[in-house]
């Protein structure tokens, strides 16, 4: 591509840590680890002990505690109901038998899905109050971050970043809640991202948690802290950085340059900007540039209508020449590779886990859940075998593995659940009927006619029509033991 220019740093891919992972759920599992999903379900747990004192069936596998298996199904339902574009819809039609697609059905009741989203916890509640008092992300502050940890340790971006916002729709109650007319959802929550321009990987990642909360030097302006806070794991790599005139400014490139890292970004007219360039006459269309020796930038402005100006400010190109009709150099490396999170966002917006929600913790763990897939599907694609996979394949095939070994567990209890769950399941997953499927509908052995349990004293009225499988001499409940699927073994 003409508009890019190559610099030093190496081509993107995966790290070493990710060359033991072959499979969705594997790679998947390199973002959301065991030990991080066993932390949730101990919180959430303790959320369902807390709600289920307001059943009165409360001993029901309904509002019972969540295990780590039951939890990555519920992610892998989630992914699938993003993969199915049904991430708006209610539990309701999700679980119809018209409507609604049966992987749901088979891996959770639509009561029980509910619950589980009621209950979701990502913190200890009972040291939340002290934690507020210096963090405003304290209820789901340890999952973000060891996420975009793993983000930063499992892939090397390429030469080309683009830091730009994202808006996790949300219109509940929020301290830090954001209104920007030019997103689609104009209400949500702000992550200030860092991706890279070429395969849309999400390499860092920040909330804004509103005025006051960061940690500022003065005189640094918030884009630019937001910058160099995103950037700071790549510093002297050589690495380019597109950002819109949100974030650029002249001393943003200047702390960039020390780093060993460029900037190119569009910039607001500024008081430390020369004016004879700004307010410079020329034609529509046409565009006029300086270049300042002592700091090795270079500052570009067009007039692309008779009221509009576009200055474009960059420390990689110092001598832009018109490669396309009026546009130069500079112009095309721009929109080559500012749209990097544009189009992550987008991405999301095609294929998202999301649901409505008011709780501002529950609409974050959704946007993690959404960049990890993302994340996931890149490095996995990366892999030569699984060249040309797509992104949907890839998501249906990520929850399959994320629901199957829950699902086999169901079928341990495959006599306390209806017949057309269980055929459902053996028929989504493709589960054999084993042995121990099989003994769990298997007949008990009855007599015709009531007879007197031959255990019991001869004073007893007890009468059974069941059977000793061995024997086969009149038992009743008090005398049978009952076993389960695996520990029984049919003569």
Known sequence: MPSIIRTQVEPAGPTQ????????????????????????CVFTSDKMRQLRENFKDADKATFKDIGLMELKAFIGVLIMSGAHKDNHLTAVEMWSHVYGCPFYRSNFSECRFAFIIRSFRFDDPTTRTTRLKTDRFAHVRDVWDKVIQNCKANYSPGPHLTVDEQLLAFRGCCIFRMYLPNKPSKYGLKLVMAC??????????????????????????????????????????????????????????????????????????????????????????????????????????????????????????HNPSIVEKKKTQLHMF?????????????????????????????????????????NAYIIYAHRPENKGIARRQFAMDLAVELCRPYAGNRLLWARYLPRDVVSLIRSVFDLPEDAAAAA????????????????????????????????????????????????????
Not at 17 to 40: C, H, N, R, Y
Not at 445 to 472: F, I, N
């Open 196 to 317: 890279d321009a070429d395969t849309l990987y999400t390499c860092n990642a920040i909330p804004y948690l509103g005025k006051g909360s960061c940690d500022m030097k003065k005189g640094v302006t918030l884009g630019e802290h937001f910058t160099m806070e995103l950037v700071a794991p790549f510093k002297r790599s050589g690495h380019t950085v597109t950002c819109d005139n949100w974030f650029t400014s002249l001393p943003l490139a200047r702390s960039l340059s020390k780093d060993g890292m460029h900037l190119v970004g569009t910039i607001r007219p500024k008081p430390y900007l020369p004016s004879q360039l700004v307010n410079h006459k020329v034609e529509v269309g046409e565009s006029v540039a300086v270049f300042n020796y002592k700091d090795q930038i270079t500052l570009l402005n067009q007039r692309v209508s008779s009221t509009k100006r576009i200055m474009i400010l960059s420390t990689l190109h």
């Open 17 to 40: 840590i990710t060359i033991g992972a072959k499979t969705p759920a594997e790679v998947f599992s390199l973002f959301m680890t065991d030990q991080m999903l066993a932390k949730i």
């Open 440 to 491: 769990e509908e298997e007949p008990r052995a009855k007599s015709e006619k009531w007879k007197r349990c031959y255990l019991c004293p001869s004073s007893g009225t007890a009468r059974t029509k069941v059977l000793c499988r061995t024997c086969h001499k009149s038992v009743c409940t008090n005398h049978t033991n009952q076993l389960c699927s695996m520990c029984y073994k049919p003569s």
């Open 334 to 374: 721009y929109n080559a590779t500012k749209g990097g999170v544009d189009a992550f966002d987008q991405l999301c917006l095609l294929m998202s886990c999301s649901r409505k929600t008011r709780r501002w913790p529950l609409c974050l763990f959704y946007g993690a859940i959404n960049i990890v897939f993302n």
